[in-house]
Antibody, heavy 122, light 112 residues
C-alpha cells in the first residue's frame, strides 16, 4: 500500500527555522517525484515545488523560490520542506504528494500525505 | 502562468441528483505528446485532497463510476451522475502542462 506519512503539527515563532518531513512507503521512493502543496487557512491549493529523490532534481514555483528549500534523503525514503526564517504568513497546512512523472505522462499527484499544519505566531 | 477558473464556486445538490463543475484554463492544456494534462481532485472536510480524474477523463483507482470527466483544449467538466452524501467537499481542477502547476479556486459541494 502506497503511503506518505508527514511529520506532526508545528508551532513556531517568526524568524525561527523549520524542517517538515514526508516519508514514503509501499513503492520505490526513488522512482517517483514528491511535490509540496500549500493550503493557507480557508483557502485553496497552491503548488510549491517538486523533487525527484532519485537524483534530487528540484523545481520550484516562482512564488516559493528562495522562500523554502525542498530536499530528500533517499536512504530513508523521506522528502523535506524547510524554512530558514519563518513568517506569520507561512501559517498553513502543507501537503506532500507523489507523482510518477514531471515531464512525461502520468503527471498526476496520485497519493497525498495527511498534511502538516504549521502555525507561526509570536 | 496558466489561470484555472472554476464555476460555480459553490453548489448545493439534492442526493441522487446530478452535479456538474466547469473548469476553464487560460491556455490550452493539450500537449504536443497528444495528452491533455487536466486533473480533478476532491478534498473532503478535514482530509487531504484525493485524485479523482487524470488526463481529463480517466478515473483513478477506486473512484466510483458516477464521477466522469470530459472536455478538451481549455474547457473541462466534472460530472457526478448521482450525488451521494460522501461526495461533499471542495473540488479542484489542476493543470500540469506547464512546469508551474496551478489549481482552480475550488468548488464547494454541499448536500441539500
Amino acid at each position: 500500500e502506497v503511503q506518505l506519512v508527514q511529520s506532526g503539527a508545528e508551532v513556531k515563532k517568526p524568524g525561527e527555522s523549520l524542517k517538515i518531513s514526508c516519508k514514503g512507503s509501499g513503492y520505490s521512493f526513488t522512482s517517483y517525484w514528491i511535490g509540496w502543496v500549500r493550503q493557507m487557512p480557508g483557502k485553496g491549493l497552491e503548488w510549491m515545488g517538486i523533487i525527484y529523490p532519485g537524483d534530487s532534481d528540484t523545481r520550484y514555483s516562482p512564488s516559493f523560490q528562495g522562500q523554502v528549500t525542498i530536499s530528500a534523503d533517499k536512504s530513508i525514503s523521506t522528502a523535506y520542506l524547510q524554512w530558514s526564517s519563518l513568517k506569520a504568513s507561512d501559517t498553513a497546512m502543507y501537503y506532500c504528494a507523489r507523482s510518477a512523472s514531471f515531464f512525461g505522462s502520468l503527471r498526476q499527484l496520485d497519493y497525498w500525505g495527511q498534511g502538516t499544519l504549521v502555525t507561526v505566531s509570536s | 502562468d496558466i489561470v484555472m477558473t472554476q464555476t460555480p464556486l459553490s453548489l448545493s445538490v439534492t442526493p441522487g441528483q446530478p452535479a456538474s463543475i466547469s473548469c476553464k484554463s487560460s491556455q490550452s492544456l493539450l500537449h504536443s505528446d497528444g495528452k491533455t494534462y487536466l486533473y480533478w481532485y476532491l478534498q473532503k472536510p478535514g482530509q487531504s485532497p484525493q485524485l479523482l480524474i487524470y488526463e481529463v477523463s480517466n478515473r483513478f483507482s477506486g473512484v466510483p463510476d458516477r464521477f466522469s470527466g470530459s472536455g478538451s483544449g481549455t474547457d473541462f467538466t466534472l460530472k457526478i451522475s448521482r450525488v451521494e452524501a460522501e461526495d461533499v467537499g471542495v473540488y479542484y481542477c489542476m493543470q500540469s502542462i506547464q512546469l508551474l502547476r496551478t489549481f482552480g479556486q475550488g468548488t464547494k459541494v454541499e448536500i441539500k
